[in-house]
């Protein structure tokens, strides 16, 4: 390896097929802090999880 990360894992079958698997876990954001029960929790966690500028907002994954 030459220090980057890995991007795909692959296996092959014989000499006519092969699986691909994409590794995007290393491009993740930081995970939001979870629920922690208190009444004013889960609007925070929605907002975070899905309001603007969220980790996996359409938005940033869709914009080039």
């Known amino acids: 390896m030459d220090g980057r990360p890995d ?3 692959f296996q092959t079958f014989a000499s006519d ?3 691909f ?4 876990r290393s491009f ?3 995970p ?3 629920l922690t029960g208190a ?3 889960p609007p925070r966690f929605l907002a975070e999880a899905f ?3 969220a980790p996996c907002s ?3 994954s869709w914009s080039g």
């Open 7 to 9: 991007l795909y894992r």
């Open 17 to 19: 097929a092969a699986v």
């Open 21 to 24: 698997v994409l590794d995007a």
């Open 28 to 30: 993740r954001d930081e």
């Open 32 to 34: 939001i802090p979870a």
């Open 39 to 41: 009444p004013a929790d």
């Open 51 to 53: 309001g603007p500028g």
């Open 58 to 60: 359409a938005d940033r």
